[in-house]
């Protein structure tokens, strides 16, 4: 526990960081918004596509690995629909609030379970962690597009539109375009590979320096009943999930460490942005957002030792 906890830390101190940075308001609210874009369209980009372009996956559970993954939050997707109309009566909640609940549940914040797999296991699974995103974002998008456009102003989903941000994801376009690269032998030279990888590094620490900035304690607990719900279905159940179908389809080792942790850690910060365009309740999310980062120090450490992935 006490490597697991150390190796936790610098992540957790890099997060507190950027929440002082921001109010400190040394950087104004306007450059945090240009890092946070610099890191989504181009420092991550780079980062996947280096790691996944350059690995040998041929002895990689790819998969087996991709696909408890995507069977772990298809169970969550299933669980929560089903129990839709429950969970809203029981909490009174409007169909835009359920979709922040759903949200907040399902999704997965890539600065921060990267930037985790990277310290605890490596190159290895910070490769394995790219692969699973790029099985997991466009199920995650579809999925959560056509929840909040039904629940939260009851229209039909717009599939040009779920498309679109699917296509122009650009981790999704980075992982995809690395995986042919990779699966069709395809050369990329030695200055490519190097100057990605200059590029790239820098995407983890101001990564998770705009998740501190991005923080909002003061209003976190302004309706505790759903925020305590998503944080508890996506720090605790979804990662337990993860464990369960990475036993039954035979992945172990760092593929299912890895799979663990993007399991257990806090929702995408981009939930809120989501939230915003498309009518769900954009307060809810960002308060879900803010307690769920806060949670992760706490729950991740445990859930790791527990699962029993630590390295």
């Not at 376009?173 to 690269?181: D, E, K, W, Y």
């Not at 003061?218 to 996506?234: D, F, G, I, N, W």
């Not at 993007?262 to 769900?280: D, E, K, N």
């Given at each position: 526990?006490?490597?697991?906890?150390?190796?936790?830390?610098?992540?957790?101190?890099?997060?507190?960081?950027?929440?002082?940075?921001?109010?400190?308001?040394i950087i104004g609210d306007?450059?945090?918004?240009?890092?946070?874009?610099?890191?989504?369209?181009?420092?991550?980009?780079?980062?996947?596509?280096?790691?996944?372009?350059?690995?040998?996956?041929?002895?990689?559970?790819?998969?087996?690995?991709?696909?408890?993954?995507l069977f772990?939050?298809?169970?969550?997707?299933?669980?929560?629909?089903?129990?839709?109309?429950?969970?809203?009566?029981?909490?009174?909640?409007?169909?835009?609030?359920?979709?922040?609940?759903?949200?907040?549940?399902?999704?997965?914040?890539?600065?921060?379970?990267?930037?985790?797999?990277?310290?605890?296991?490596?190159?290895?699974?910070?490769?394995?962690?790219?692969?699973?995103?790029?099985?997991?974002?466009?199920?995650?998008?579809?999925?959560?597009?056509?929840?909040?456009?039904?629940?939260?102003?009851?229209?039909?989903?717009?599939?040009?539109?779920?498309?679109?941000?699917?296509?122009?994801?650009?981790?999704?376009?980075?992982?995809?375009?690395?995986?042919?690269?990779?699966?069709?032998?395809?050369?990329?030279?030695?200055?490519?590979?190097?100057?990605?990888?200059?590029?790239?590094?820098?995407?983890?620490?101001?990564?998770?320096?705009?998740?501190?900035?991005?923080?909002?304690?003061?209003?976190?607990?302004?309706?505790?009943?759903?925020?305590?719900?998503?944080?508890?279905?996506?720090?605790?159940?979804?990662?337990?999930?993860?464990?369960?179908?990475?036993?039954?389809?035979?992945?172990?080792?760092?593929?299912?460490?890895?799979?663990?942790?993007?399991?257990?850690?806090?929702?995408?910060?981009?939930?809120?942005?989501?939230?915003?365009?498309?009518?769900?309740?954009?307060?809810?999310?960002?308060?879900?957002?803010?307690?769920?980062?806060?949670?992760?120090?706490?729950?991740?450490?445990?859930?790791?030792?527990?699962?029993?992935?630590?390295?």
């Amino acid at each position: 526990m006490s490597a697991v906890i150390s190796a936790l830390a610098p992540i957790f101190i890099t997060i507190l960081a950027g929440a002082l940075l921001y109010r400190s308001k040394i950087i104004g609210d306007d450059m945090w918004s240009v890092l946070e874009h610099v890191t989504y369209y181009v420092l991550f980009p780079a980062l996947m596509f280096q790691k996944i372009a350059s690995a040998d996956l041929s002895d990689a559970p790819v998969l087996a690995m991709g696909s408890a993954m995507l069977f772990a939050i298809c169970t969550m997707f299933g669980a929560l629909l089903y129990l839709r109309v429950r969970i809203m009566t029981r909490m009174t909640l409007t169909g835009a609030a359920f979709t922040s609940v759903f949200q907040g549940s399902t999704r997965w914040h890539a600065f921060v379970a990267l930037s985790i797999i990277s310290a605890l296991y490596g190159a290895e699974g910070l490769t394995l962690a790219a692969i699973g995103m790029a099985a997991m974002i466009p199920v995650l998008n579809v999925v959560n597009v056509t929840v909040i456009s039904k629940f939260a102003d009851g229209t039909t989903p717009d599939a040009s539109r779920i498309a679109g941000l699917v296509l122009r994801n650009p981790l999704v376009v980075a992982c995809v375009l690395a995986a042919i690269v990779n699966l069709a032998g395809v050369p990329v030279p030695a200055a490519v590979l190097d100057s990605l990888d200059l590029i790239g590094s820098g995407a983890l620490g101001i990564g998770l320096l705009t998740v501190g900035a991005g923080i909002r304690p003061r209003a976190a607990l302004v309706e505790p009943a759903p925020v305590a719900l998503a944080t508890a279905l996506k720090l605790l159940v979804m990662p337990l999930l993860m464990l369960v179908w990475t036993f039954i389809l035979g992945v172990d080792g760092v593929a299912q460490a890895v799979a663990v942790v993007s399991g257990a850690v806090p929702t995408a910060s981009v939930s809120y942005i989501l939230a915003r365009q498309l009518g769900g309740d954009a307060v809810l999310m960002a308060n879900v957002i803010t307690v769920q980062i806060i949670a992760a120090a706490i729950t991740l450490p445990v859930v790791i030792w527990i699962a029993g992935v630590a390295p």
